[in-house]
Antibody, heavy 118, light 106 residues
Framework: QAHLVQSGGEVKKPGASVKVSCKASDYTFSTYGVTWVRQAPGQGLEWMGMISVYNGNTSYAQKFQGRVTMTTDTSTSTVYMELTSLRFDDTAVYFC???????????WGQGTLVTVSS | DIQMTQSPSSLSASVGDRVTITCRASHAISNSLAWYAQRPGKAPKLLLFGASRLDSGVPTRFSGSTSGTDYTLIINSLQPEDIATYYCQQSHGSPPTFGQGTKVEI
């Protein structure tokens, strides 16, 4: 059974950057994409973007264009999501999820709370 | 972007009840529709994909149906462990989009 394990919670000041990791195990890493979804406190799910582990191609939500970067390290089966110029409303739980060939998010990480506070 | 309008936003039901949750897509999405359940404080979990295909290990009391651009999640015989917020998500167009969620309480 596939597993995704994310890095721990972060507290950042406005204007700073955060980089969250998502380590995959128990499946062929290069066969699937990885997507990032965030959830503000008490709110719904918001898609941020995704990366093809196979070729590194990325697709970002328009809202995050210019502020988000997703990368992979195939040597450690890890995907990273960096968000820059943090604002108070970036406070949220950030989830990574595996994307299968049907573009379904079939395995999720446990989530990483990013708090933006002065 | 394809908008997914989910209803109701919340519901309360009794153990053993049949529960239905609906998502309406703003455009045709050709059954490219998944349902997720998110228990409090946990990550979402895939229930169904392709509108009606059960993911591995998901109890058979969960099912999905389609009528035009309306997609319905059905929980037959609601169980206490089904307390969660349920989300639909379309993967037909880019970006993928979620419904607003339905909180199910007992």
């Amino acid at each position: 059974q596939a597993h995704l394990v994310q890095s721990g919670g972060e507290v950042k000041k406005p204007g700073a950057s955060v980089k969250v990791s998502c380590k995959a195990s128990d499946y062929t890493f290069s066969t699937y994409g990885v997507t990032w979804v965030r959830q503000a406190p008490g709110q719904g799910l918001e898609w941020m973007g995704m990366i093809s582990v196979y070729n590194g191609n990325t697709s970002y939500a328009q809202k995050f264009q210019g502020r988000v970067t997703m990368t992979t390290d195939t040597s450690t089966s890890t995907v990273y999501m960096e968000l820059t110029s943090l604002r108070f409303d970036d406070t949220a739980v950030y989830f990574c999820a595996r994307v299968n060939l049907l573009n379904v998010f079939d395995c999720w990480g446990q989530g990483t709370l990013v708090t933006v506070s002065s | 972007d394809i908008q997914m309008t989910q209803s109701p936003s919340s519901l309360s039901a009794s153990v053993g009840d049949r529960v239905t949750i609906t998502c309406r897509a703003s455009h045709a999405i050709s059954n490219s529709l998944a349902w997720y359940a998110q228990r409090p404080g946990k990550a979402p979990k895939l229930l169904l994909f392709g509108a009606s295909r059960l993911d591995s290990g998901v109890p058979t009391r969960f099912s999905g149906s389609t009528s035009g651009t309306d997609y319905t999640l059905i929980i037959n015989s609601l169980q206490p462990e089904d307390i969660a917020t349920y989300y639909c998500q379309q993967s037909h167009g880019s970006p993928p989009t979620f419904g607003q969620g339905t909180k199910v309480e007992i």
